[in-house]
């Protein structure tokens, strides 16, 4: 069975880190593709990071790109994502996902979700 628990949320104040973990049961990380969604309120789910191929393959949103890292550990089969120089707009509930077929930031080629943590940076 499927499982993602998301934790490191919390509230920061802009150019602030924080680093999020995805705790993942059922499957083998590195078989899969893995991903990072946020959504804002009134704002559709967007895919900033995804990482496959063992970990040796990643993507990025434009508007993470050189702020946030995609990681794995597949020892303890956690996927992470650190976020530095955070801003005010990257407030929303972010989301881990397994995608098993396919890869990239399309939240529509993921199959499972965790059930969130919520970021919250202040200006």
């Known amino acids: 069975q499927v499982q993602l628990v998301e934790s490191g949320g919390g509230s920061v104040q802009a150019g602030g880190s924080l680093r999020l973990s995805c705790a993942a049961s059922?499957?083998?990380?590195?078989?899969?593709?893995m991903g990072w969604f946020r959504q804002a309120p009134g704002k559709e789910r967007e895919g900033i990071a995804s990482?496959?191929?063992?970990?040796?393959?990643?993507y990025y949103a434009d508007s993470v790109k050189g702020r946030f890292t995609i990681s794995q550990d597949n020892a303890k089969n956690t996927l992470y994502l650190q976020m530095n120089s955070l801003k005010p707009e990257d407030t929303a509930m972010y989301y881990c996902?397994?995608?098993?077929?396919?890869?990239?930031?399309?939240?529509?080629?993921?199959?499972?979700w965790g059930q969130g943590t919520q970021v919250t940076v202040s200006s």
């Open positions: 996902a397994l995608a098993v077929f396919r890869c990239g930031l399309n939240p529509g080629v993921f199959n499972y």
């Open positions: 059922g499957f083998t990380l590195s078989r899969n593709c």
């Open positions: 990482i496959y191929n063992g970990g040796g393959s990643t």
